[in-house]
């Protein structure tokens, strides 16, 4: 898993890369729980405190990157498929 720094640093990079080609960025999580962290600390910690109180499967972000495969028009985007969690910080860790 990437840090929020390497993160960030992605999302720049994306939109300074996305002139004259088509580069985006996809930034999934939550996911899964690490091995490492038990399921309750991971839906108290994590889960519970993104907005939409739920993980993202791999069916939505395989049909993210479908969309962004089949795009034309789309670059320079960086697309959260995290259920809001971006927009209230990264939670617990581990």
């Known amino acids: 898993m990437l840090s929020l720094s390497g993160k960030g640093a992605l999302l720049v990079g994306t939109r300074r890369i996305g ?3 088509l580069v985006n960025a996809l930034a999934p999580d939550p996911i899964m729980h690490p091995a490492d962290s038990s399921e309750d600390l991971w839906q108290r910690g994590v889960v519970e ?3 939409l109180r739920r993980e993202s499967s791999a069916a939505e972000i395989a049909e993210v990157i479908v969309t962004l495969l089949k795009g034309e028009t789309i670059t320079g985007e960086p ?7 971006h927009l209230t910080g990264p939670g617990v860790e581990g």
Do not use: C, L, Y
Request: no cysteine.
């Open 19 to 21: 002139h004259g080609i």
């Open 49 to 51: 405190q993104a907005p």
């Open 79 to 85: 697309i959260r498929v995290d259920s809001g969690r």
